[in-house]
Each structure stands twice: as structure tokens, then as C-alpha cells.
Nanobody, 121 residues
Framework: QVQLVESGGGLVQAGGALRLSCVAS????????MGWYRQAPGKERELVAT???????NYADSVKGRFTISRDNAKNTGYLQLNSLKPEDTAVYFC???????????????WGQGTQVTVSS
């Protein structure tokens, strides 16, 4: 079994910063693309940023220049650094990863349970 667990969310004032972490555990052979998504109340889940196994990154226009996605393959961990936060960044942030499982070599997409980020004005 494979699990993703996020941490690092919280309440911060506008202009502040947070660092989210996503730890993958279980029967993992390789992690391909990792991503962060967010869902605000009453809105659909949206892509925030992705990073592939070659460390190429992609960002939503709304977070470019403020958020940075990274990963530590040795720790099976992904990160999202959130800087210059705005009230409109308030949402539940979800980690997502495409993982190849050990033994079966089956590739599946996994989601974490989410971590709340609240930005006050």
C-alpha cells in the first residue's frame, strides 16, 4: 500500500509564508510526477504546481513567482514553498503523485488527505 501525508498548513497573515511537505510511504519503486492542488470552499480543485522526475516544474499563473515546488527523492518527499501569501490562496492543499509500486511495477495516482492553508487579510 502507498500513502501520501501532507503537513505544514496553518493560519498566516497576508504576505506571510508557509512550507508544505508531502511524504510518500509504502511499497514504492519510483515516484514520477508529484503535484500540489488546492480546493477553496465552493470551488473546484485546481492545479497549483507539478514537478516531474527530471525536476521540470509547472505552475498555475496565479502562483508563479510566489510558490516554489521541489522534491527530495531520497526521502520520497515533495515540498511546496508558499511566499507572499494572499487571502485568495486560502484553500485545502492536496498532494498528488504518480507512483510505480515495488514488486508489481504498477503505476497509480495517489492523493493525500489535504492540509488547510488560511490566509488572513
Amino acid at each position: 500500500q502507498v500513502q501520501l501525508v501532507e503537513s505544514g498548513g496553518g493560519l498566516v497573515q497576508a504576505g506571510g509564508a508557509l512550507r508544505l511537505s508531502c511524504v510518500a510511504s509504502g511499497s514504492i519503486f519510483k515516484i514520477n510526477t508529484m503535484g500540489w492542488y488546492r480546493q477553496a470552499p465552493g470551488k473546484e480543485r485546481e492545479l497549483v504546481a507539478t514537478i516531474n522526475s527530471g525536476d521540470s516544474t509547472n505552475y498555475a499563473d496565479s502562483v508563479k513567482g510566489r510558490f516554489t515546488i521541489s522534491r527530495d527523492n531520497a526521502k520520497n518527499t515533495g515540498y511546496l514553498q508558499l511566499n507572499s501569501l494572499k487571502p485568495e490562496d486560502t484553500a485545502v492543499y492536496f498532494c498528488n503523485a504518480r507512483i510505480i509500486r515495488r514488486c508489481t511495477f504498477a503505476a497509480n495516482t495517489y492523493w493525500g488527505q489535504g492540509t488547510q492553508v488560511t490566509v488572513s487579510s
